[in-house]
């Protein structure tokens, strides 16, 4: 079956205007300088803030 009306490419696309995707913010570590998700643990040093730190386990390869 085929639509009763048809709809145009403007309404189309002012609905999906809102479905645009939004890139991912990363911030510097402050202690080490390595990309980091902000309000997170650092993956590299475990740097929080400065009264907390947590321990990060370094395998060697």
Known sequence: MLPVQRISKSRKRKRRSHQAL???????????GNAKL??????NCGFVNPRLSIEVDTEQA
């Open 22 to 32: 939004t890139p991912i913010q990363y911030v510097r570590c402050a202690q080490c």
């Open 38 to 43: 902000p309000h997170a643990a650092c993956s």
